[in-house]
């Protein structure tokens, strides 16, 4: 009788846990950077995976900082005020207001290109040892550089256009520089500092440059058509880092898809949420597969052929 008993009582612990874990409700702070294809696409992805794998147990709350930093510290100090289970820092700005905010609540990156840039980690193994990790939208900088040469070889300078508040963008512009003079190119730089002068620094850009490369920028993302308003008179092409600028300036880019990263991220969010996984150990996640993409229109109209092997870029 006394073994019936605690196989009862046992088994009634166990469907009381399950049933706590039915009416088990997640809350799930999200803050993007600014509105732009290539980051709405990874929260859309985030969102889908969450939803897939949470269904109504997950409890949203999205914010967009409007490209504004000290907007993206207020909304991350509201969700560590609220105690959310969870960060997703979409862009490095929230990723950087998250690590300052809190050391304790998980917090998953996503479109970040370099981990160890944005979070001032010099020693960087692939973990944060933090409670940060996430994934990155860094595509292969030897491969872009190799496409400038393979679409433009006849060219003799490239400039670098970027924002200089930006981390990652500072990061892919060292790298990148080196493996296009190693092609034998001259790069100039030519950095802006927000949106204000975005259209002034490209003109100077065009004025000493042969081929303009613009890396993956959240500040160029929201200014294609200041670029493009530049450039396509000037008549000089740009290779973008990602397929959101190239569809808005550019002729040409090895892209990622941001859907893609967003929705890994919502795996990694119900390890951590669900299975218990530690963030501190998990790895940073690269895009699964790279893409030689085109935008047909600007090559178009600056005349330029694109040789097989690049995908074109669906309209919006």
């Not at 959240?218 to 530049?230: D, G, P, W």
């Not at 150990?281 to 790279?290: D, S």
């Amino acid at each position: 009788m006394k073994k019936i008993l605690s196989v009862l009582i046992a088994l009634m612990l166990v469907l009381s846990v399950a049933a706590m874990a039915e009416g088990q409700t997640y809350n799930i702070g999200i803050c993007q950077l600014v509105q732009h294809p290539a980051l709405d696409l990874a929260t859309q992805g985030f969102k889908d995976a969450i939803a897939e794998k949470l269904g109504d147990a997950a409890v949203i709350d999205e914010q967009n900082a409007s490209g504004d930093s000290a907007m993206c510290t207020t909304i991350i100090n509201t969700f560590v005020s609220n105690g959310v289970d969870l960060i997703m820092a979409n862009a490095t700005a929230p990723l950087q207001a998250a690590q300052a905010a809190t050391a304790d609540i998980p917090v998953l990156g996503t479109s970040i290109t370099d981990y160890g840039s944005a979070l001032g980690i010099d020693d960087w193994t692939g973990t944060t040892g933090i409670n940060i990790s996430g994934t990155t939208d860094l595509a292969p900088l030897d491969g872009q550089a190799e496409m400038i040469q393979e679409l433009f070889p006849d060219a003799k300078t490239v400039g670098l256009i970027y924002c200089s508040a930006e981390a990652n963008s500072i990061y892919q512009i060292n790298t990148i520089k080196g493996y296009l003079e190693d092609l034998g190119y001259t790069c100039n730089e030519y950095a802006f500092t927000d949106s204000n002068d975005v259209a002034s620094v490209v003109q100077n850009a065009c004025d000493g440059s042969d081929v303009l490369y613009v890396p993956t920028d959240n500040t160029a993302a929201s200014c294609t058509e200041a670029i493009r308003n530049v450039v396509e008179p000037a008549g000089k092409p740009v290779v973008a880092g990602e397929e959101g600028i190239c569809s808005g300036c550019g002729v040409a880019t090895l892209t990622i898809s941001y859907y893609d990263i967003g929705y890994a991220t919502g795996e990694m969010a119900y390890e951590i949420l669900v299975n218990g996984a530690d963030v501190s150990t998990m790895p940073i996640q690269p895009a699964p597969q790279f893409t030689k993409k085109y935008n047909a229109e600007m090559c178009e109209a600056l005349g330029i052929t694109i040789p097989e092997g690049y995908e074109a870029i669906e309209a919006a």
